[in-house]
């Protein structure tokens, strides 16, 4: 699914919560791939930005934080304070003071064994009011990135195209694509040498940080290859010599296997 800019613009800024999702989905119902799973999507990326541009930010007011806690303020209250991350949140406060990050990934996913009875309620409000670092918003990530995985593996087993994977390959160490092939195969005339899947959308920030951080890699060690952005990607998407930018609807498509 290809999205034009500014339709994906206005969708992007008019996701500034959980709630806006199901408000999108009704606004934009009818139209092909725009599921809510799909705005969920992006609302993931846009609440990971955020967090990931002010974390520096909120984790120097911690002390402040810290004591606005021992004064009988709720993890949940300072986190709607600052608009930030509720589980976010609570990891800074508590990180800070005699629990580390065992521990507390330890309280998160089980509040119920934190003996503190204050701690336990707060840690399970912030655990229920946020869908997308808590262990549910994390457990619907990683299932939302193993299906697209399966899908390719799927395609390439019907057609009898070896592959190694990504986990057998990371034991060689260096950075490794999801799907080495053991040929080159061709996608209208282009050749394809590995697969990279992505459970997100491809807007301009994603595709540039991925091209950054692993897909400009790839083609440097292995040759050009593919990446696959199972939720769409925006119409003016970055063009790259050998790194091929396609969407689900790619599997469907005309391929050279011979």
Known sequence: ??????????????????????????????RKGFSREFFLVIYTQRNIRDVTARFRKVKSKVPQLVKQWKAGK???????????????????????????RASFRKMINDPESVEDTRLARELSEVR??????????????????????????????????????????????GKTPDFLLHKTIYFRGEPVKWIESKGSFGDMKEIRKNMKKQLRSYRELFGPGMVIYWFGVVDDAPVEDGIIIETREVLSDHWDLD
């Open 1 to 30: 699914m290809i999205v034009d800019e500014m339709t994906f613009r206005e969708i992007y800024n008019d996701l500034n919560s959980y709630g806006d999702i199901e408000k999108l989905y009704r606004r934009y119902k009818g």
């Open 74 to 100: 709720s993890l949940l209250e300072i986190s709607r304070t600052l608009d930030f991350s509720p589980v976010m949140t609570a990891f800074l406060i508590l990180t800070s003071m005699e629990w580390g």
């Open 128 to 173: 229920k009011n946020d869908p997308i670092y808590s262990p549910e918003g994390n457990e619907v990530q990683r299932k939302r990135g193993v299906k697209g995985e399966a899908l390719i593996r799927d395609w390439l087993d019907e057609r009898g195209i070896g592959y190694e994977r990504e986990e057998d390959l990371r034991a060689e160490g």
